[in-house]
């Protein structure tokens, strides 16, 4: 494997965390958070998220390639990104924190519709896809939680 190779991997894994035995998937989520926690400001982390969705789809179908499996559980940089999105305009609160985390595993377990057709995608739309959707929805009821708790 050359050098080109192991960064796509690397990234794809978020530095080995995608080989961490037993929930990878859940692991990748943790880490997520703590750039939710850590990101500061709105707009800092707008760009994060961005930018972690734009890095995802760049490597996500080229780590299935070389790891030899459709969406390999090694690749959680998509979980990186579904977080990300799931804590998008959300108060960085305890309480919201630990909801939010819940509900986007949720909803990247259940794949709900459109996400079940996107898993099914080949390469980085495939694998990217449906933690998107899943941020999204996790998102969705975080926003009608704000709204109905009345907390900005």
Not at 23 to 42: E, H, K, R, Y
Not at 56 to 82: M, P
Not at 125 to 140: E, K, M, P, Q, R
């Amino acid at each position: 494997m050359n050098l080109k190779d192991k960064i796509i991997i690397g990234l794809a894994s978020l530095f080995g965390i995608g080989f961490i035995p037993g929930c990878p998937g859940t692991a990748g989520s943790l880490f997520g958070l703590l750039f939710v926690w850590l990101a500061g400001n709105q707009a800092l982390f707008f760009l994060i998220t961005l930018f972690s969705c734009f890095l995802a789809f760049l490597v996500a179908g080229k780590a299935e390639k070389l790891l030899g499996q459709k969406d390999s559980k090694q690749i959680v940089i998509d979980e990186l990104a579904g977080i990300l999105v799931t804590f998008l305009f959300v108060p960085k609160i305890f309480s919201f924190l630990v909801v939010g985390f819940f509900l986007f595993r949720l909803f990247d377990i259940i794949k709900v519709f459109p996400a079940n057709k996107l898993e099914k995608k080949k390469g980085s739309l495939g694998i990217v896809g449906d933690d998107l959707i899943a941020g999204v929805y996790a998102n969705l009821v975080l926003q009608f939680l704000r709204l109905a708790l009345n907390i900005s």
